[in-house]
Structures are given as C-alpha cells and as structure tokens.
C-alpha cells in the first residue's frame, strides 16, 4: 500500500509514562485503560463506524518508538488510520508490526485495508496486552497538526493517548492511539 495522504506519517512522539504518573481527567479514565477492543467500544457509541488509512509502509523502528519487544533499527510495517463514528474522526491510531511478526497466520495484518486492526486482534482468544502507556500532545506535535488538517476543534488541550503492546502467537506488534477532539471520550 502506498502513502494515502499528505501528513502521513503523522506520527506519535511522545513521553510515554505509566498511567498513575498522570492525574487523568475522570470521563477519560475508562477510555484511556480500557484493556478491550477500542473498535467495538467506539462502535457502540455511534450508526456508522468506518476506518479511514492514511498511509503504510515499511520503515525501520526509531529509538523514540522502540520498546522490550521492537527495537529500534527493526523492520516495521507503519500503519496510521483515523476511526471514524458518524462521519467524524475520533481517534488517531498509529501501529508498528515488525516484519517478523507478519508470518504464518498474521500476515493477513498487513492487508488490512479499511478494516480495523482492533477488530482482528481482539477476534484472538490468544491475545496478549501488555501494559498501557499514557501520554499528552500539545499544540506543537504533529497530532496537532492532523488535528488542525481535520478542522477539528484546536482549542482542546492537551489530547490524550495511549498505546500499548499486543503479543499474538508469541509475536509483538504495538498500536498506538490518539482521541482527537471530536472524540466521545472527553464527553
């Protein structure tokens, strides 16, 4: 798949930290730690759910994005999609999935296309999640910049994310996620 829009690679460089290091607003408690599929908890909340890809490609992992289990320097499959309830964007997601994880049975995880990863990931009763970091974007990440692209509200700050990583079948990938202003979560 080639890049599909402008920002891509939006990215997501932030200092990611263990949750009790924040003081975490109370509605974004439960969006910020929950341990199931974001997908289906989003898909609740809205008629029409839909996954928009901005871009995928191959890349090797950058220290600012390595962790225990993808180190920098691998081989990554980038992908960076925005989830959509009701026609409005409410989450920015961005996956790293090392290439030696995209074998046997997951190779299918790199031919996506619009459908969430979320949705086939947590289709495995095998699925693994490690602990959830938290982190902040302020007015000068590129979040902001996709935030200002969108015409969403830019008034909101500080937006929240979290990511973590999921291991299936003894094979790391990590996701990353970003609620945008628009999102219900900061209802």
């Known amino acids: 798949m080639t890049t599909e829009h402008s920002l891509f690679p939006v990215q997501m460089l932030a200092n990611w930290q263990a949750p009790e290091t924040f003081i975490i607003p109370s509605n974004l408690h439960?969006?910020?730690?929950?341990?199931?599929?974001?997908?289906?908890?989003?898909?609740?909340?809205?008629?029409?759910?839909?996954?928009?890809?901005?871009?995928?490609?191959?890349?090797?992992?950058?220290?600012?994005?390595?962790?225990?289990?993808?180190?920098?320097?691998?081989?990554?499959?980038?992908?960076?999609?925005?989830?959509?309830?009701d026609d409005r964007p409410h989450v920015f997601a961005r996956s790293l999935l090392p290439l030696r994880s995209l074998t046997g049975e997951q190779q299918q995880l790199a031919h996506l296309g619009t459908q969430s990863l979320g949705q086939v990931l947590f289709n495995h009763p095998d699925l693994l999640r490690k602990k959830i970091e938290v982190a902040t974007f302020e007015a000068q990440t590129s979040v902001a910049n996709l935030v200002s692209h969108?015409?969403?509200?830019?008034?909101?700050?500080?937006l929240w994310g979290r990511r973590s990583v999921f291991v299936l079948d003894a094979k790391p990938l990590m996701v990353?996620?970003?609620?945008?202003p628009d999102a219900v979560a900061y209802l």
């Open 30 to 85: 439960h969006w910020l730690l929950e341990p199931s599929s974001l997908t289906a908890r989003l898909k609740q909340h809205c008629q029409h759910f839909r996954v928009q890809v901005l871009g995928q490609e191959v890349i090797a992992c950058s220290a600012a994005e390595a962790n225990e289990d993808i180190v920098a320097g691998e081989q990554v499959l980038v992908r960076e999609v925005l989830l959509y309830c």
């Open 150 to 158: 969108l015409s969403l509200d830019t008034s909101l700050q500080p």
């Open 176 to 180: 990353a996620e970003v609620f945008l």
